[in-house]
């Protein structure tokens, strides 16, 4: 199964991170975050798409970041609802739904004709980046077909529960790998993204 890799959370080094070729990087505009990225638009392969991550933002603001950043996706981390969602154009939308113990799967129902694709979080004091994993196997309730982006504290340690769920039916699109693999916020560890990005899948 092919299965993607999102780099969330980018801030101090972009350049070095995007040499690895991972296929997607993650930008947090969100002014709470240890990680909201305030530089300039990087310079990245064409192959690599980009994700601005939003909470409770604007339309006015998320269409300029769309813009500015030439960004591939939007990632709603907020309370935003199925309207706002279907408000936004010429990007694919992925909605953010945190997780603990347990989840009620009918709250995706009105975003299934208005977002691309659900991202799985774990629930703690932050919104992303809380460093720890929630229970994975709350997806067994999943019956959507709607591709699926596994987040929350995946690091290298969690390689051989990854390898596991990505054998079972449920329609992982992508791995969302943020704070376990940082030297501090924002700045990642490329030795073991590296070496994460070699033994993922196999």
């Known amino acids: 199964m092919n299965v993607k890799l999102k780099i969330c959370g980018m801030k101090h ?11 997607y990087l993650g930008f947090i505009f969100y002014a709470k975050s240890v ?18 991550v939003f909470v409770n ?35 694919e939308i992925w909605k953010v739904f945190s997780i603990k113990d347990s989840f009620d ?27 720890y994993t929630f229970d994975w196997s709350v997806l067994e309730d999943y019956h959507s077909t709607k591709p699926i982006v596994l987040s929350g504290g ?7 529960s990854l390898q596991q769920i990505l054998k079972t ?3 992982i699109y992508a791995i969302d790998v943020n704070s376990k693999f ?6 990642k560890d490329t030795d073991q993204l590296a070496e994460f990005m070699s033994t993922r899948m196999t």
């Open 57 to 91: 933002a604007s339309l006015e603001d998320i269409s300029e970041k769309i813009k500015t950043f030439q960004l591939d996706v939007v990632q709603l981390h907020g309370d935003e609802t199925p309207e706002f969602c279907q408000a936004l154009s010429g990007v």
């Open 13 to 23: 080094n972009v350049a070095e991170v995007a040499e690895l070729m991972p296929d």
């Open 169 to 171: 039916e449920l329609p």
């Open 154 to 160: 995946i690091g290298l340690a969690e390689i051989e």
């Open 35 to 52: 990680r909201n990225f305030t530089g300039t638009p990087p310079n990245l392969p064409a192959s690599i798409k980009r994700v601005g």
């Open 182 to 187: 940082e030297q501090r916020p924002g700045l």
């Open 105 to 131: 799967f009918n709250k995706l129902t009105p975003y299934e004709k208005v977002v691309d694709k659900f991202l799985f979080d774990t629930k703690g004091k932050e919104k992303g980046g809380n460093g």
